[in-house]
């Protein structure tokens, strides 16, 4: 009999625990980020399925960051994941895709030349 208690009691701290780690209603399918300022969470943020690679270790965000920051990104080095580190990463994402879609459009001028 306690053992059951125990394993009950551990089953429900574990389940509450875990309940805990999700933004309010999230979205199957959707995928979100905890940001924070000055190690504080501030707000739960939908973010780009591809992202969730780039921002699971926080070793790799601030890789990025100073990344973003020598392209002259608005972005602060601080290894926390903030609005300003997913808003810079969504605009180089961005430019990345302009920048190779001209330079494919480029490769094709040249072979017809």
Same mark, same amino acid.
């Given at each position: 009999?306690?053992?059951? #208690?125990? &394993? #009950?009691? =551990?089953?429900?701290?574990?389940? /509450?625990?875990?309940?805990? !780690? &999700?933004?309010? /209603?999230?979205?199957? %399918?959707?995928?979100?980020?905890?940001?924070?300022?000055? %190690?504080?969470? =501030?707000?739960?943020?939908?973010?780009?399925? !591809?992202?969730?690679? =780039?921002?699971?270790?926080? +070793?790799? =965000?601030?890789?990025?960051?100073?990344? &973003?920051? /020598?392209?002259?990104? !608005? *972005?602060? *080095?601080?290894?926390? *994941?903030?609005?300003?580190?997913?808003?810079?990463?969504?605009?180089?994402?961005? !430019?990345?895709?302009?920048?190779?879609?001209?330079?494919?459009?480029?490769?094709?001028?040249?072979?017809? +030349?």
């Amino acid at each position: 009999m306690k053992q059951f #208690l125990f &394993l #009950l009691f =551990v089953g429900l701290f574990s389940w /509450n625990s875990f309940s805990q !780690d &999700l933004p309010p /209603n999230p979205e199957p %399918g959707k995928c979100y980020i905890r940001c924070r300022e000055n %190690g504080k969470h =501030v707000s739960w943020q939908e973010i780009n399925c !591809d992202f969730n690679d =780039v921002f699971s270790d926080q +070793n790799k =965000v601030k890789t990025l960051q100073i990344k &973003l920051a /020598n392209l002259n990104y !608005d *972005v602060e *080095v601080s290894g926390e *994941v903030n609005l300003k580190t997913i808003a810079a990463y969504t605009q180089y994402t961005k !430019d990345e895709k302009k920048r190779h879609r001209r330079a494919k459009k480029k490769r094709k001028e040249t072979k017809r +030349n």
